[in-house]
């Protein structure tokens, strides 16, 4: 009877709404928490392009983005290390996908209209466990650039 109520209240939140276990969406938004706090503050730019991002690439309504960044943000804050997140993803995602995950990773860092030398650290580990090559790293680093109008410096802002 108990499980019939919950399933039922669980009802009234609509089937997008709910997180399944191991759903790699979550995976992917912690891994945005990661590199918006790579660089010790999370700016409200950056928070907009990542639900940006996720809203589109997902297609999610409001209600479902919410859900899951928040998911993603809890999930983000009990981890010990990137390679919960990497692993899971490498089981769900092709190797287009692990890029293309890369390219977003760095829209969200180039938000702001420059690039930290601790993001630049964190998306190299996260692309790196995530089998994703330097070549095809740097190139999704130049694009993302080329998307915010950034002018790309070879070496990224050191941390003042």
């Known amino acids: ?3 019939r109520l919950r399933t039922f209240l669980d009802g009234l939140t609509g089937p997008a709404t709910r997180i399944e276990h191991g759903d790699p969406r979550v995976a992917v938004i912690a891994l945005c928490f990661q590199v918006m706090e790579a660089d010790g503050r999370i700016l409200a730019s950056e928070r907009r392009k990542m639900r940006s991002v996720i809203k ?3 297609k999610l309504d409001d209600a479902s983005l919410a859900a899951l960044i928040e998911a993603g943000k809890t999930a983000e804050s009990e981890a010990i290390d990137y390679y919960q997140f990497t692993a899971e993803l490498k089981r769900h995602l092709s190797e ?3 890029i293309e995950l890369v390219g977003m990773l760095w829209d969200i860092v180039y938000a702001d209209g420059k690039r930290s030398e601790m993001e630049d650290h964190v998306i190299w580990r996260i692309a790196d466990l995530l089998a994703v090559s330097g070549r095809d790293r740097v190139l999704q680093r130049q694009e993302a650039a ?3 109008d950034t002018v790309e ?3 990224p802002q050191q941390e003042t």
Do not use: G, L
């Open 1 to 3: 009877m108990f499980e």
């Open 56 to 58: 589109q690439h997902y």
């Open 96 to 98: 287009e996908q692990r």
């Open 146 to 148: 080329a998307r915010s």
């Open 153 to 155: 410096d070879a070496e």
